[in-house]
């Protein structure tokens, strides 16, 4: 008797799981279907904040603004470090960047993701020695947070062709902490393609590695060795902001994130 109260527990527990899960899509995509353009007000601070917004043909663009749309309404925003707030102006710049990662690709908004806390400037994490501490620009965590300075996210968006852009970093690392372990490796959608990413990471990683070491110059910015996780989010800035340069100098490399992404940069 308790073996089928079990089981009949179990079961109802799983039904209840599937219909919460099957709420929260639903509430998504009406969200979705009812979230109107951008106003021309918010389009002034993109032209004024993200450069590379203008070149993104017009038919992607509008795919994206109800994707900023939902993200800024679920998405909780806190100001730091004598931010008194967090505008709509900051709100709009920082999402739109966001939104870019998952125009051409299946997604759930970020679904880790709670809060974005932004600085005004670089910041220090705290919980060591601060004054020995480097200053931060940006920061992705698995537990649900992006951090960003705001001043950083500025200089970011309105170069977009230097190959440096924090929100699209640090928002690379969290689709690649969707699958628990940032490691380079993001959610894929079979072996096959897990397979054909870890080779053309794996041989991208080593080639720019040894250009690093030999003092050859590289289309990827230097940070990008860290480790495999940081490579992928600077492989993903560059795949962005400086496409024909990376697709020239990583053909394979560029060909894995114009899949992954949906995208091809390089016809912008």
């Known amino acids: 008797m308790k073996l089928i109260f079990w089981c009949v527990w179990v079961c109802g527990m799983i039904a209840i799981a599937v219909w919460a899960f099957g709420s929260v899509k639903r509430r998504r995509f009406k969200a979705l279907a009812e ?6 007000l918010d389009h002034s601070y993109l032209l004024a904040h993200f450069h590379l917004f203008e070149r993104i043909p ?11 749309q939902v993200l800024i309404q679920e998405k909780n925003f806190e100001a730091c470090g004598g931010l008194t707030e967090v505008s709509r102006e900051m709100k709009v710049v920082i999402m739109a960047q966001a939104a870019l990662l998952l125009v051409g690709r299946r997604h759930h908004f970020y679904p880790k993701l709670q809060s ?14 601060e004054e020995e501490e480097a200053p931060r620009l940006g920061e992705s965590w698995s537990s649900g947070s992006v951090i960003l300075s705001w001043k950083s996210v500025q200089q970011g968006g309105r170069n977009g062709e230097d190959g440096h852009n924090v929100v699209i970093h640090e928002f690379a690392h969290q689709l690649d902490q969707e699958n628990r372990h940032a490691d380079g490796l993001p959610k894929l959608e079979d072996r096959t393609a897990i397979g054909n990413w870890a080779h053309a990471f794996s041989d991208a990683y080593g080639d720019f590695c040894k250009d690093l070491d030999a003092g050859r110059k590289t289309v990827l910015d230097s940070y990008g060795a860290t480790n495999p996780a940081e490579f992928f989010a600077v492989a993903t800035e560059t795949f962005f902001e400086k496409a024909k340069q990376l697709k020239r100098d990583y053909p394979e490399l560029y060909s894995q994130l114009k899949g992954y992404y949906g995208l091809d940069p390089v016809g912008w």
């Open 35 to 40: 979230a109107g353009p951008l106003s021309d």
């Open 116 to 129: 974005v806390l932004l600085y005004p400037d670089a910041f220090k994490k705290g919980g060591g020695n």
């Open 58 to 68: 017009l038919e992607i663009r509008h795919k994206m603004e109800p994707i900023i």
